[in-house]
Antibody, heavy 119, light 107 residues
Framework: EVQLVESGGGVVRPGGSLRLSCAASGFTFDDYGMSWVRQVPGKGLEWVSAINGNGRTIGYGDSVKGRFTISRDNAKNSLFLQMNGLRAEDTALYYC????????????WGQGTLVTVSS | DIQMTQSPSSLSASVGDRVTITCRASQSIDRYLNWYQQKPGKAPKLLIYVSSNLQSGVPSRFSGSGSGTDFTLTISSLQPEDFATYFCQQSYSPPRTFGGGTKVEIK
């Protein structure tokens, strides 16, 4: 069974930093691209970032480019999101997600970790 | 960036109704359009990928169609467990933008 378990969320002041982690199990981790998607509770979904299986191809949404960094450790079946320069508008539930194939759809999701940016 | 526009933003329907949700892209995305279902307090779930491919385990009452800029998700006979919010997403080019969502409510 595919499992994605996020951690690292919490409350942080504006301008602060946070590092999210995602522990993956139930599949061959380095065979899959991975993504982060966020959602303000009660609102829509926003694609944040993605990384391919070998970590060499990376993309970011415009709202986080230059502030967030995605990475992965295939030896530890883990995905990360380093978030710097946090703003109030980054407050959201952050989902770790698996890319289902080369077509870029997401076929597995974690339960999310909540990030709150507030003074 | 490619903008995705879903309509309607919400709808009321009865069990057994045929429901259609549309998604329009601001430019051609070939067939790289995916549909997700989300229930309150839960993570989204993949229903349809690359316009018309039914994800494993998803009931056949769900279907998708379209190419270019216009896409449709159809639920042929709405069931009680289908009341949820539905999102489209383009995966043609990054950023892989989502539509704003369509909330399907009980009439």
């Amino acid at each position: 069974e595919v499992q994605l378990v996020e951690s690292g969320g919490g409350v942080v002041r504006p301008g602060g930093s946070l590092r999210l982690s995602c522990a993956a199990s139930g599949f061959t981790f380095d065979d899959y691209g991975m993504s982060w998607v966020r959602q303000v509770p009660g609102k829509g979904l926003e694609w944040v970032s993605a990384i391919n299986g070998n970590g060499r191809t990376i993309g970011y949404g415009d709202s986080v480019k230059g502030r967030f960094t995605i990475s992965r450790d295939n030896a530890k079946n883990s995905l990360f999101l380093q978030m710097n320069g946090l703003r109030a508008e980054d407050t959201a539930l952050y989902y770790c997600a698996r890319d289902g194939g080369y077509s870029g759809y997401i076929d597995a999701w974690g339960q999310g970790t909540l990030v709150t940016v507030s003074s | 960036d490619i903008q995705m526009t879903q309509s309607p933003s919400s709808l009321s329907a009865s069990v057994g109704d045929r429901v259609t949700i549309t998604c329009r892209a601001s430019q051609s995305i070939d067939r790289y359009l995916n549909w997700y279902q989300q229930k309150p307090g839960k993570a989204p779930k993949l229903l349809i990928y690359v316009s018309s491919n039914l994800q494993s385990g998803v009931p056949s009452r769900f279907s998708g169609s379209g190419s270019g800029t216009d896409f449709t998700l159809t639920i042929s006979s709405l069931q009680p467990e289908d009341f949820a919010t539905y999102f489209c997403q383009q995966s043609y080019s990054p950023p892989r933008t989502f539509g704003g969502g369509t909330k399907v409510e009980i009439k």
